[in-house]
């Protein structure tokens, strides 16, 4: 007679199937792809997608950089045996909770040899992150995270950040030239949140706090559609409350 075990048709999980598609998608893309695009390309919805985007970046099977995903250690080492490495999914975790709780997409970054290096990003369906349509590592000058940092750095750093990445007007409200920039930094409170309203997105307000961890220079963030701005100031106050919470993982991931 033969049993039950030795019939039964194995069971696909469908959620492991769907990360499957969404991991060959990434495959497929050199430099990285977004989530719409990826979820598109493995036939998902958006909201699955991005739910197992998180999944698999919490695990360090993926990783985002700037707004697209790519291979994390975690894949890496499947199919290159390489040594472990240190991921990023503390923080990205703790991003993704403050992401909920407060209701807006969270950034955090780093300035770190010369460049402003993009951390992590924890956004939702529902409040979806600034899309990335001008290098954000070139355009300091026009959004809160970037603003935030080169505010920490000396003149003679900041000045050669100019040097390199020069101020140049993304859209109608943003800084015009070098000088109204400098004027703009050295006129900054470091105890205030740096707001900008449409200079890098038309339809987006984003404010940023600077994040004191040793010798870093630091930054966190948060971004919201135009015509929801008078949440802004409020969310990004209720992220500085709880950001010592945070610092923690931050300090993890600030090597990486």
């Known amino acids: 007679m033969t049993t039950a075990s030795s019939t039964a048709v194995p069971t696909l999980i469908g959620s492991v199937q769907r990360a499957l598609r969404l991991l060959e998608a990434v495959g497929t893309h050199r430099e ?3 989530a719409k695009q990826l979820a598109r390309e493995a036939g998902l919805p958006l909201p699955t997608a ?17 707004g697209v995903f790519l291979f994390g250690a975690a894949a890496e080492r499947l199919v290159g045996g390489r040594a472990p490495a240190p991921r990023r999914g503390v923080i990205i975790e703790s991003l993704a909770h403050w992401a909920d709780v407060i ?14 290096d993009l951390v992590a990003v924890a956004d939702t369906p529902d409040f979806p992150a600034v899309e990335e349509w001008a290098a954000f590592r070139e355009t300091g000058h026009a959004h809160a995270l970037g603003q935030c940092l080169l505010s920490q750095l000396d003149e003679r750093a ?12 993304l859209t ?12 703009r930094m050295r006129s900054m409170n470091r105890t205030e949140p740096v ?23 630091a930054a966190m ?35 990486i």
């Not at 109608?172 to 004027?183: C, N, Q, T």
């Open 221 to 255: 963030a948060i971004s919201l559609p135009l015509d929801q701005e008078e949440r802004l100031l409020p969310a990004v106050e209720q992220l500085r409350c709880e950001v010592t919470s945070l610092l923690r993982s931050f300090v993890f991931s600030i090597s």
């Open 103 to 116: 209701g807006a997409p969270v950034y955090c970054a780093v300035y770190r040899d010369g460049e402003i």
């Open 172 to 183: 109608r409200y943003s800084v015009r030239d070098r000088p109204a920039f400098l004027d």
């Open 50 to 66: 991005y739910h197992l985007l998180r999944t698999l970046t919490h695990e360090g099977y993926l990783r985002r950089e700037n």
């Open 195 to 217: 707001v900008e309203r449409q200079e890098y997105a038309l339809g987006t307000v984003c404010a940023a706090i600077p994040i004191t961890v040793g010798t870093a220079v």
């Open 32 to 34: 990285g792809a977004p």
């Open 158 to 169: 900041r000045e050669d950040h100019l040097d390199r990445h020069p101020v140049q007007p």
